[in-house]
C-alpha cells in the first residue's frame, strides 16, 4: 500500500507597510479605485500567512516534512524579507507589482514553490486584515484556486 499523502500547514507573520497604486495609470484613476489604499506616504498590515505543502508519509519519520524545516524556509524566503519592510520597494520578490494581497500571495507561492521539495507546495493564503485573506492555490486549474473569500470591496480598515 502506498504511504498515506497527508497535507501539513504552517503560520507566520509579518508587519510590512505598502500603498496601492498602479503606475500606469492617473493619480486620479488610483485615487479614484484604491482610495485611501493609495495614501502617498502608504500605511501598515500584519499579514497573517498560513502555507500548506502535501506530501507522503514518510514511514521512518511518520512526517511528511519537519514542520521546523517549513517554517525555517518560509522565514528565510518570505518573513525576513518582508517584515518591517515596505513591500512598494523593499522587496525583490515584489519588484515591479502592485502589493496588493493577490499579487503577493502569487509571488509568495513563486518564491516557495521550488523550496519546499521534496513536499509539494498546495496552498498560500495570506490574511491582510483578521476578516479578509486571500487564497491561491498555484498555476494549475486545482478546483478552487484564487478564490477571493470576501466580497470584492476592499478596506483597508481592520
Ligand atoms: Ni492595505
Do not use: Q
Not at 500584519?46 to 514518510?58: A, F, I, M, N, R
Not at 525555517?72 to 519592510?85: G, M, P, Q, S
Amino acid at each position: 500500500m502506498a504511504d498515506p499523502v497527508v497535507r501539513i500547514t504552517t503560520s507566520s507573520h509579518f508587519s510590512s507597510a505598502h500603498r496601492l497604486h498602479n503606475d500606469a495609470r492617473d493619480p486620479a484613476w488610483n485615487r479614484d479605485v484604491f482610495g485611501k489604499c493609495n495614501n502617498p506616504h502608504a500605511h501598515g498590515h500584519t499579514y497573517e500567512l498560513e502555507v500548506t505543502v502535501e506530501g507522503p508519509v514518510d514511514p521512518a519519520t511518520g512526517w511528511i516534512l519537519d514542520f521546523g524545516d517549513l517554517k525555517r524556509i518560509v522565514a528565510e524566503k518570505v518573513v525576513k524579507k518582508c517584515d518591517l519592510r515596505n513591500l512598494n520597494s523593499d522587496v525583490l520578490f515584489l519588484r515591479g507589482v502592485n502589493p496588493t494581497a493577490e499579487n503577493i500571495a502569487v509571488r509568495i507561492w513563486d518564491e516557495l514553490a521550488e523550496g519546499v521539495a521534496p513536499a509539494r507546495l498546495v496552498r498560500v493564503v495570506l490574511h491582510e486584515t483578521e476578516r479578509n485573506k486571500v487564497v491561491y492555490t498555484g498555476p494549475e486549474p486545482r478546483g478552487a484556486r484564487g478564490d477571493r473569500e470576501t466580497p470584492a470591496i476592499r478596506s483597508c480598515a481592520p
